[in-house]
């Protein structure tokens, strides 16, 4: 079975700041592997996913995230934070063996941007 | 093109009843997913909808069923309701279900199980 595991329920960081979330999965098979935004009283939106070739991948918005195999990790930054970067943050992946494109979400992070 | 719309937006049950959400895709997709989100948890994967014919479930109990019609549009019905079933549950389509796609995802049905 996969799992996400996301570091950090609640992240703070003041505007202008790098952004730095953090994933962790579990995958018997190479992953797919996304980040998902959510904001307050709306379905999510894809950030950005990684399937296969480069590892670093470019997303909305300015976000981008580096696929590490060797740590399992899908960590997503943004150089500068921006107001309306709040929001909160899911890190998913997709279950290849099960056919479909089934999502494995991890349990979030809020990420709040402070003046 | 529309995207994906979800209704009602809110509701109200009590426990026992029986509940029906209604899911429009995005125009020109034919695969449908089901999520349940309980509160400050992420999305949970509840089944798939492709070509009308279900493709995929979660570990959720047969209480909670699907449809998907000629038009892809669906339905999540959830029989004998409970208390843990309220959540926000959300509907996100894709243009053919593959594990690579992008979801697209509607604002969600709160649904609030008294």
């Known amino acids: 079975a996969q799992s996400v595991t996301q570091l950090g329920s609640h992240v703070s960081v003041s505007e202008g700041a790098l952004v730095l979330l953090r994933c962790n999965y579990s995958?018997?098979?190479?992953?797919?592997l996304f980040w998902y935004v959510q904001y307050p009283n709306q379905g999510l939106q894809l950030l950005l996913k990684y399937t296969t070739g480069a590892t670093l991948v470019k997303g909305i918005n300015g976000f981008e995230a580096e696929f590490k195999k060797s740590e399992t990790s899908f960590h997503l930054t943004k150089p500068s934070a921006h107001m309306s970067d709040a929001a909160e943050y899911f890190c998913a992946v997709s279950d290849l063996a099960g056919g479909g494109n089934k999502l494995t979400f991890g349990t979030g992070t809020q990420l709040k941007v402070e003046l | 093109e529309t995207g994906v719309t979800q209704s009602p937006t809110h509701l109200i049950k009590t426990r026992g009843q029986q509940v029906t959400l209604r899911c429009s895709s995005q125009?020109?997709?034919?695969?449908v997913s089901w999520y349940q989100q309980a509160l400050g948890q992420g999305p949970q994967f509840i089944f798939q909808?492709?070509?009308?014919?279900?493709?995929g479930r979660g570990n959720f109990p047969p209480r909670f069923s699907g449809l998907q019609f000629p038009n892809y549009s669906s339905e999540l019905n959830v029989n004998a309701l409970e208390l843990d079933d309220s959540a926000l549950y959300l509907c996100a389509s894709s243009s053919t279900g593959g594990a690579y796609e992008k979801l697209f995802f509607g604002s969600g049905t709160q649904l609030s199980v008294l």
């Open positions: 909808y492709y070509r009308e014919e279900e493709n």
């Open positions: 125009s020109g997709h034919n695969t």
């Open positions: 995958s018997s098979v190479p992953p797919y």
